[in-house]
């Protein structure tokens, strides 16, 4: 599929020196670090302007765009400018439908421009660094860094709740400037008994703490294969009593699928086991065990979160003429809520089927799995960030969720050298005399778990 790689670049100045070059990559190096850490460590920060935030995440991502369009390293992704503006104009198509023709519109003309803006960084990728180094293994670095960083904290939070339990422990969000808070309205502080879930210090939710341990665990198994970094990172995501993280990880251990598929899963659920047995009645986890019987009840987050959403589905799909194919318009799925005799959530896929309907559905999910089309990135790692996206919640107008996909993944240049492995560059033979010479960029390495073309 060639077209997957057609980039269109940008030339925004001359060719550079060395140095200059050098330096517009660390500068763009940096804009990326800002960007994994505003999905991390600064969830809780944005711009508040009263009656809207501003998420960090939103500003940091058009950051990193535009450093990466003044070092001369953006590229246009041709096959997702198609894509995007097939989403927008069944988007537009939806709400101006909806406005003539049903007898009730709840169209949102600011859900409308917010879906615009929010899906414009997928329209770009990088160009390969001039330098010749391994962008897409150091950004898998760097975000296992920060994630080793998250579960440090988030094990110190649950652990320092058997000696106090300051009310900033939990959620400092208090403690933050007002004009400085992000968007508000999320469960940051859930008990689980007499103690608290683990939200990692920084996360919104424990359950955001909690993919972003599992999707670590998997990175490191994956690529690395650090065994002191998988322990941490198990550790915390047990701490969190959320089946957020375990449902990712479960989705990482099926790929690839293969006869090795149950293998794997076999010895995750024997070390889960001695994990229940060993710490069970101290770390109370009979309490996340216990969850896997909320899927029946009603009232219930699992219900609500993966079954309610189905219910919404089937009561309202063909409830006009056009509501199959292009939906009840941008943003109306929130103002079902109050009409609803039951509690229901809004994951991506039912939040794409109601408001954009099939047509929507089908071009939102082909925007967003074009741009996680990386064979060198291990298929589990594509696979958990896709279906967190399409299943796990309400990602669709999630900066968070959205950019790191884009940023792990989406963002990288297409070609290049196997990650897991470092390239070596003029500036690494200087300082080692025994470095042998660059490989040959073009060539895709083919590390264990990942497909090649």
Known sequence: MHSLSTTAPFDAQAPLDAADT?????????????LLLSTTVLQRFGLNFGSYSANVTLLAMFGVLGVALASSRLSFAVERVFLYVLCIAVAAASMLTNLNFSQIDRSSFSSLLLLVVMFVPFLFVLKPDPTGRNDADWVMRCFS????????????????????????????????????RGPSGFNTVIPVGSLFKSNGFFFREPSGFSFTMAFALL????????????????????????????????????????????????????VGGLAVLVLGDALNLSFTLGRIGEFGSERSSAY??????????????????????????????????PSSSYDFHDPTWAKLLFEYGLLGFVAFVALFATALYRPRVPQQLRA?????????????????????????????????????????????????AAASSPPDPTMVAKPSGTETR
């Open 22 to 34: 050098r330096h517009q990559g660390r500068a763009l190096r940096g804009a990326i670090v800002f």
């Open 145 to 180: 860094n920060i994630a080793l960083f998250c579960a440090f904290a988030g094990i110190a939070q649950f652990f320092t709740q058997f000696v106090m339990k300051p009310p900033w422990l939990f959620d400092f969000t208090e403690s933050i400037p007002f004009i400085l």
């Open 384 to 432: 958990v960030l896709f279906f967190s996206w399409l299943l796990m919640g309400g990602h669709l107008l999630t900066p968070e969720n959205n950019y790191m996909t884009l940023v792990l993944v989406g963002l990288m240049p297409l070609a290049g050298v196997a990650l897991g492995r470092r390239v070596v560059t003029e500036a690494s033979a200087d300082a080692d």
């Open 219 to 270: 990175v490191e198994v994956a690529l690395y294969k650090r065994l002191p970094r998988i322990g941490a990172f198990a550790l915390a995501l047990l701490l969190t009593y959320s089946g957020t993280g375990i449902l990712a990880l479960f989705i990482g251990l099926l790929f690839p699928l293969g006869l090795r598929t149950v293998l794997r899963l076999g010895a995750v659920a024997l």
């Open 304 to 337: 609500i979160r993966y079954i309610a959403p189905f219910r919404v589905i089937a009561d309202t799909m063909m409830s006009d003429a056009w509501s199959f194919w292009l939906g009840h318009g941008p943003g109306t799925i929130y103002r079902l809520g």
